[in-house]
Each structure stands twice: as C-alpha cells, then as structure tokens.
C-alpha cells in the first residue's frame, strides 16, 4: 500500500508483517478453527493461529471473532471467521 503514484509506503513494517501473517499466500483471511477452554480460546488451524491475544470478542453463532490490530498507526477492530468446534469445561477443583 502506497501514497497515490509514490513509491512512499503508507503501512508500517510491522503492520506489513501482522497483515501478511494475518493473509498469507492466498490474500484472504481465511477462517479460523479452534475450540474453547472455559473463557480461554485456542485456535488450532486458520489465520488467527498463535494470534488468540488479538481476539477481543466472539460470536458462537455467527462464527465470528472481533480482533484488534494496528493499522495506519491506529488500533483497528475488524471481523474475521472463527468456528469453535467444541469447549472443554474447566475443572472445579
């Protein structure tokens, strides 16, 4: 991403980084697969694997998580697919 006809960079190299983690080879996030730990989430396949701090909020029913990312300097919310295949209660001890 650039500044109109510029070579200039808009995007940080670090938000570079989290974006292309985030999009990989295909240029799309992909959805998201993981399951969920009493309030903890862990995601075993998808985009937002090893990303579980980012995700700020889900939603079971529509398969999808709320995450927090730079962009542009800013924290930026944006939706992306998770389905939570299963959760595991946590012991009562």
Do not use: P
């Not at 903890?40 to 398969?63: Q, Y």
């Not at 999808?64 to 992306?80: D, K, L």
């Amino acid at each position: 991403m650039g500044y109109g006809d510029s070579e200039r960079i808009a995007v940080s190299e670090d938000e570079q980084r989290a974006l292309q983690y985030l999009i990989g080879d295909k240029r799309c996030i992909e959805t998201s697969v993981g399951f969920a730990e009493g309030d903890k989430i862990v995601v075993t396949a998808g985009a937002l694997t090893g990303k579980e701090s980012i995700i700020k909020r889900i939603n079971k029913h529509k398969r999808q998580a709320v995450i927090e990312i730079e962009f542009f300097g800013a924290i930026s919310e944006m939706t992306v697919g998770l389905e939570i295949i299963h959760a595991i209660a946590k012991d009562l001890k």
